[in-house]
Nanobody
Framework: VQLQASGGGLVQAGGSLRLSCVVS????????MGWFRQAPENEREFVAL????????IYADSVKGRFTISRDNAKNTVYLQMNSLKPEDTAVYYC????????????????WGQGTLVTVSS
């Protein structure tokens, strides 16, 4: 399984970005998918998770109400719509796959993308 994340960039506080993660090598509909982020000198932290069907979504408290995770299984793509961005959202964002269930622990995910940098200026 290969994951390719894209969509990061520089945005002002209050702005929006949409990240994409394309899955190849395996049918994405078989996979729970998640987004994580890692700021400099911080540990990688959970952002959002989506179930195989897309019915179930879970968010970190810090992004709830501002970020939306979604998926298009026909395109083998998972998205993270980020609105009302804050400087503290600045980080490298990673998509991840196949945790085997609804879990927030990075170590539980078997596949990772390369990361895409999001920078939010104040």
């Amino acid at each position: 399984v290969q994951l390719q994340a894209s969509g990061g960039g520089l945005v002002q506080a209050g702005g929006s970005l949409r990240l994409s993660c394309v899955v190849s090598g395996r049918t994405s509909s078989l996979l729970f998918m998640g987004w994580f982020r890692q700021a400099p000198e911080n540990e990688r932290e959970f952002v959002a998770l989506i179930s195989r069907s897309g019915v179930t979504t879970i968010y970190a408290d810090s992004v709830k109400g501002r970020f939306t995770i979604s998926r298009d299984n026909a395109k083998n793509t998972v998205y993270l719509q980020m609105n009302s961005l804050k400087p503290e959202d600045t980080a490298v964002y990673y998509c991840a796959a196949d945790p085997g269930g609804i879990v927030r622990t990075p170590a539980s995910y078997n596949y990772w993308g390369q990361g895409t940098l999001v920078t939010v200026s104040s």
